[in-house]
């Protein structure tokens, strides 16, 4: 059981991972780390049938923190901008 419920949940991870990265805008920028996957419920039914298989429910949330570039370059511009009174030229 404990072996199946950690690849379950290892496979969780893994998928929906790969479908937040799917449905990320491009403009955002999600950085390595930001993210926090936790388990909010679990159900083990260990009656197994006649193949030896028994099932797990489990809930999961995926939570991830974004944002957009241009948003955190306005925000540095606009603080340089108070405290120095300097004047930003992008380069792209």
Known sequence: ???SKGKGMASLK??????MSSQVPQDFKVLK????FT???EEINTRTNDKNE???FTEVKLAVMGFR???ILAVFE????EEFGLRI????
Do not use: C, Y
């Open 39 to 41: 388990l909010v419920k």
């Open 69 to 71: 570039e241009k948003d």
């Open 14 to 19: 893994n998928s929906l991972e790969v479908l």
């Open 54 to 56: 028994f099932s797990i």
């Open 89 to 92: 030229e992008r380069i792209n």
């Open 78 to 81: 606009s603080k340089i901008k």
């Open 33 to 36: 780390g930001a993210s926090q």
């Open 1 to 3: 059981i404990e072996n």
